[in-house]
């Protein structure tokens, strides 16, 4: 597999670490932001008897698309990266760690998910599963509940969420707006998930909400006129969800140019649940990631094989409604760049957990363990076009996630199992 054509210009600021540096799991889970008291010091610390270190360089080690070195070490200065080889070769430092002969990887990359919600689903989960018929409103539960919540309980549970991610390894993730639906809500969904990611991404063109039901075209003006204006200066990406029932490829096109016109990048559900022009239209609009690609022609795997739009897949999804899966093997093996996330809603893939997805893709998906890490570290770098993250080279941001096995290909070969034994973040260990 490729490691992909090289991502554009990454934000101009590091985002905000979600999480303080804890000394306990229960501190943790109430905690959003790393302290001064626990920001990264500019001292510089050896991370050593790395049994197999994950760096996305091919230039290293072993020569492969993950860069895998065996006898590994790394030196973190700071919130980056300094130094990556073989521990025999390791730098004189202030500080020393011992990985007691296990595997490091860079800090997972979850570029798609859900996060600022109230509510869940559990009977309409619990129903789809037991075969009985369900007659709530899907996404529209969430909305009513969403709009309903208070700030402060929208950001709890953003903060625990993340948290959940963090210790699962999550250093960098995406989030979007999309259960508001109006301009108040949808720009305070964007407000408060912007004070923990810089990556954030205005989804208004979710649904076309009940108040609208008998106006879409009403509600494509609003998306791209007022809520648009309001939500612009709190997000860097802008979504929509073409598909039937959702939004048309008319209609997509028109969102994604608008917020393109107010500077967001665009990225698109596209072909989820029927064959569509989302992907093709992704590839057209140059967007980061269209995501989901389960329902592809070759048409539409020609496109993304010929452009940098990275097809992100979301096994979560499948699993939680019982769908066909993505082919994963058909896309790599067009030389399409593909990208693993969690897609984390209450609907229909609530889980926040990047091994669960990887595993999934390795069992169900026609990925290798190999490449299915790679896309859940890399490749979910490309898909937020990132060149800071996603890899342990010097100049990297220092995320690091060390597993309690000998190799990455223990998050497949064990699945299920709590495997995240140490995360540091930014230079500070979060877990």
């Known amino acids: 597999m490729s490691p992909g054509r090289p991502p554009a210009r990454p934000p101009s600021a590091p985002e905000p670490d979600p999480t303080a540096d804890q000394a306990t799991k229960d501190a943790m889970s109430n905690a959003t932001t790393v302290s001064p008291a626990h920001s990264a010091s500019t001292a510089s610390t050896l991370i050593t008897d790395i049994t197999a270190l994950v760096t996305n360089d091919p230039s290293l080690g072993d020569n492969s698309p993950l860069g895998l070195i065996r006898d590994a070490a790394v030196v973190i200065e700071g919130d980056r990266v300094v130094w990556t080889g073989e521990a025999s070769k390791a730098p004189a430092t202030d500080n020393r760690v011992d990985a007691g002969g296990r595997a490091v990887l860079p800090g997972f990359v979850d570029s798609h998910s859900h996060l600022v919600f109230a509510g869940d689903r559990t009977e309409e989960f619990n129903a789809r599963m037991s075969g009985r018929p369900y007659s709530a409103g899907g996404i529209r539960t969430t909305v009513a509940a969403t709009r309903a919540a ?174 066909e899966w993505p082919d994963a093997r ?81 998050l497949a070969y064990r699945p299920g199992v709590p495997l995240v034994a140490g995360v540091w973040r930014r230079g500070v260990r979060v877990v």
């Open 150 to 323: 208070t700030d402060a309980e929208l950001e709890a549970n953003l903060t625990r969420y993340l948290a959940e991610a963090l210790r699962q390894g999550t250093t960098t993730f995406e989030t979007k707006s999309g259960y508001g639906l109006t301009v108040e809500d949808e720009a305070r969904a964007l407000r408060i998930a912007a004070a923990h990611t810089d990556e954030v991404t205005y989804l208004g063109a979710h649904i076309v909400p009940p108040d609208h039901a008998d106006d879409p075209a009403g509600y494509v003006a609003l998306v791209t006129g007022a809520m648009l204006d309001a939500c612009a200066p709190h997000a860097r990406w802008i979504d929509v969800f073409c598909e039937q029932g959702a939004f048309d490829g008319d209609q997509a096109r028109a969102i994604l140019t608008a917020g393109r016109a107010k500077g967001l990048h665009p990225r698109i559900h596209a072909n989820q649940l029927s064959y569509g022009p989302g992907v093709q239209l992704a590839v057209e609009l140059d967007a980061a990631s269209a995501d989901h690609c389960t329902h592809l022609t070759d048409a539409d795997v020609d496109a993304l094989a010929s452009g940098r739009t990275v097809a992100t897949l979301l096994p979560g999804a499948e699993f939680s409604t019982r769908a």
């Open 330 to 410: 058909r896309l790599l093996d067009a030389g399409v760049t593909v990208a693993l996330s969690t897609d984390c809603n209450p609907g229909s893939s609530f889980t926040s957990s990047v091994p669960f997805c990887i595993a999934l893709a390795v069992r169900d998906m026609g990925m290798t363990p190999d490449e299915a890490v790679w896309s859940a570290t890399a490749g979910g770098a490309q898909a937020l076009r990132r060149t800071d993250i996603g890899r342990l080279t010097p100049g990297a941001y220092a995320d690091l996630t060390l597993l309690d096995a000998p190799s990455h290909v223990h």
